[in-house]
């Protein structure tokens, strides 16, 4: 694999570093925000934006018990659980047309990261041009082939993956035929602390695996990103807020 579009943006060998400004729950719950945030992208040159499309009741519990509350070293301890957590930072579900629309008008590509069938629905229905699976998606199967079904390039993020799960994602790609498909190395902490970044499985996973491959940036700063392009980085996903001063879930690590 050497290549494949997403949208109108070739992505791999002979291409430029493909650039995604991940949103996340950076809007802070204002789709005026959440606007600008795509205006702003375009301004700083990136190739797309990246949402989340999830709703707390789809994926969680509201639920007290341990298994279901945020531990007290969490950054986001304060929401208590995950239902809150999930409910605070969620992107309601018809601000995904408008966003859409936004991109579209200015020529950036716009995809999102569904955790669950009735995202993949959604999204579906905006004719959405490619997908993300997150890290704790990635061994969700009837997840990752509802999205393969679709035939549009899928780029999957292994933060909390084994060698072996990450073989299962591709094994069953492969039931699909389906081939445009990107695996980023990322790292599951928030921030995460660079000597932890482990650069070397790009090429590692490229390798193995015969894909393309880049980084999914949880470190502060730029540094992990530019030497991912150097160690043959075909993508770069880093979260995206619009100044310091708004606090939002996500803006301590973006």
């Not at 949880?218 to 880093?238: M, P, Q, Y």
Request: glycine fraction near 4%.
């Amino acid at each position: 694999m050497n290549a494949f579009k997403i949208g109108n943006k070739w992505v791999g060998e002979g291409h430029p570093t493909f650039i995604i400004a991940e949103m996340s729950a950076n809007h802070g719950g204002k789709l005026e925000v959440a606007l600008e945030i795509i205006r702003a992208a375009k301004r700083a040159g990136a190739d797309a934006v990246k949402l989340q499309t999830y709703q707390a009741h789809t994926i969680t519990m509201d639920s007290d018990n341990p298994d279901f509350l945020l531990p007290s070293d969490s950054p986001w301890q304060k929401q208590k659980n995950l239902y809150s957590l999930y409910e605070k930072a969620h992107m309601p579900w018809e601000w995904h047309k408008p966003l859409y629309e936004e991109a579209k008008r200015l020529d950036i590509e716009i995809f999102s990261s569904p955790f669950d069938l009735t995202a993949v629905e959604l999204l579906a229905e905006l004719d959405s041009v490619a997908y993300k699976v997150a890290s704790p998606e990635i061994t969700d199967i009837p997840l990752i082939e509802a999205i393969a079904a679709l035939g549009k390039p899928i780029i999957l993020s292994t933060g909390l993956a084994e060698y072996e799960d990450i073989e299962l994602a591709v094994n069953t790609l492969a039931k699909y035929d389906h081939q445009q498909y990107a695996f980023l190395k990322c790292t599951t902490a928030y921030p995460a602390p660079i000597e932890e970044a482990n650069l070397k499985l790009i090429q590692q996973m490229k390798q193995d695996f015969n894909c393309l491959s880049g980084l999914s940036d949880h470190t502060l700063g730029h540094e992990a990103a530019i030497a991912s392009v150097a160690l043959g980085g075909d993508i770069i996903e880093k979260h995206f807020m619009l100044n310091d001063s708004e606090e939002t879930a996500d803006s301590f690590f973006s």
